[in-house]
């Protein structure tokens, strides 16, 4: 069995559903013009990350200077549960499958770094590696395609043919030289579904996100207002979105995950909102201890669940609103204005006058002006 081979069926045994090889170059110009110019464009929004380390993400040599290939695995997190249309009953929000179990990049971090220390053990010269889930500065989506984990899509998420695309990405960098992969076909063909579902046009072109508009990046990446023309195409996400892999003809017999750590806590399946809302600080922290939602912090989840709720149109709503009204944060205050602005009707317009004439409010009270006007 050669080095590769023997790295390949390690990384299965630890759990890894894809794994793939190739040289650690930097893309085609193509590739490269297209990123640049991505970034030139403000795609990235508030992901600074991004903008931060984009040659380093562009070049593997600038993290690892003598690097020459890299390892790409993917772990499926698909697990057997229906499709979001069973759930979308009246006062329940929507969480993206990844995040309804634990946070996966420890878990994946973990075995990466199980399989880089097989990697020095087997070798015969030392080697030095290091290792990126999500975070570090590899174009992960990018480098997995060349290792012929799975194509870019239309949608741009990474498709296997075995798997489809809900899985998880992880890498290692390697100065070893390695038996590389090859890239695998296109095989969106004609299909255009993601591009036809996306309730938001992010997908501006075929291949081509705009993450501004992506609910994923205004659930999650954004951390301050969301636009209030953005508000009423969130409906009831309330953390990431997913309906372009939902209706992926590739996903429809995504095999389920054997990965118990990535089912779903209980209450992540189409939560009920009102039960969110009620949420303090420490039983924030509590619930999402180790789960990837406590990145967005209460502030960020709380500001979701509130337009989820002005969205659900709900007049029945208002008085549980007034909760958020007086929450003390105010990017939650500020996003309940707008939510019971939605509700319309006397409950809501009750609600707003009543907030207007208490002192609670100050910093939003232009906005309840405005909400009161328009109604
Ligand atoms: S995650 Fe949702 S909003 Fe983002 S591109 Fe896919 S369908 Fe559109
Ligand atoms: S929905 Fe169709 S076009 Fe979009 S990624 Fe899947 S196969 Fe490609």
Same mark, same amino acid.
């Given at each position: 069995m050669s080095f590769t081979e023997k790295i390949k069926t390690y990384a299965k045994s630890l759990g890894f559903d894809?794994?793939? =090889?190739?040289?650690?170059? &930097?893309?085609?110009?193509d590739r490269k013009k297209f990123f640049l110019q991505w970034l030139e464009k403000g795609s990235a929004g508030?992901?600074?990350?991004?903008?931060?380390n984009a040659e380093k993400r562009i070049d593997p040599r600038l993290v690892l200077p003598r690097a020459q290939s890299i390892i790409s695995v993917g772990m499926n997190y698909f697990t057997d549960i229906p499709l979001r249309a069973t759930f979308l009953e009246k006062g329940?929000? /929507?969480?993206? #499958?990844? $995040? /309804?179990? !634990?946070?996966?990049?420890?878990?994946?971090?973990?075995?990466?770094?199980?399989?880089l220390a097989f990697i020095k053990s087997e070798s015969r010269k030392p080697v030095e590696g290091k290792v990126y889930v999500d975070t570090g500065p590899v174009l992960e989506r990018e480098v997995g395609g060349r290792a012929g984990l799975g194509w870019q899509g239309k949608n741009t998420n990474l498709i296997s043919r075995k798997i489809g695309? /809900? +899985? +998880?990405?992880?890498?290692?960098?390697? !100065? &070893?030289?390695?038996?590389?992969?090859?890239?695998?076909?296109?095989?969106?063909?004609?299909?255009n579904r993601c591009i036809e579902a996306c309730p938001t046009g992010a997908i501006t072109e075929p291949y081509v996100l705009d993450p501004r508009r992506c609910i994923s990046y205004l659930t999650i990446e954004l951390k301050d207002n969301i636009p209030v023309e953005s508000r009423p195409l969130l409906g009831?996400?309330? +953390?990431?979105?997913?309906?372009?892999?939902?209706?992926?003809? /590739?996903?429809?017999? $995504?095999?389920?995950?054997?990965e118990t750590s990535f089912l779903p806590r209980e209450g992540l399946v189409a939560p009920s909102l009102l039960s969110l809302l009620r949420l303090g600080e420490e039983e924030f922290r509590t619930f999402f201890k180790k789960n990837p939602i406590k990145? =967005?912090?209460?502030?960020? +989840?709380? #500001?979701? =669940?509130? =337009? $989820?709720?002005?969205?659900?149109r709900d007049p029945d709503l208002a008085k549980p609103l007034e909760l958020a009204l007086k929450d003390p944060e105010p990017l939650i205050r500020s996003h309940a204005v707008w939510a019971l602005g939605q509700l319309g009707g006397s409950k809501a317009q009750q609600v707003l006058e009543r907030a207007l004439s208490s002192e609670v409010n100050p910093q939003v009270i232009e906005e309840i002006k405005r909400a009161l006007e328009a109604m």
């Open positions: 894809l794994v793939g =090889v190739s040289p650690a170059e &930097v893309p085609s110009p508030e992901m600074n990350y991004l903008k931060k329940k929000g /929507w969480i993206s #499958r990844y $995040a /309804w179990g !634990d946070d996966y990049h420890d878990h994946l971090k973990e075995k990466l770094l199980k399989l695309s /809900w +899985f +998880f990405l992880g890498e290692i960098l390697l !100065d &070893v030289e390695l038996t590389y992969d090859e890239p695998i076909p296109d095989f969106c063909g004609t299909c009831n996400h309330i +953390f990431g979105c997913d309906i372009c892999q939902d209706v992926c003809p /590739w996903n429809r017999k $995504a095999p389920a995950t054997s990145r =967005v912090k209460r502030k960020g +989840f709380l #500001r979701n =669940v509130v =337009v $989820a709720l002005g969205n659900s």
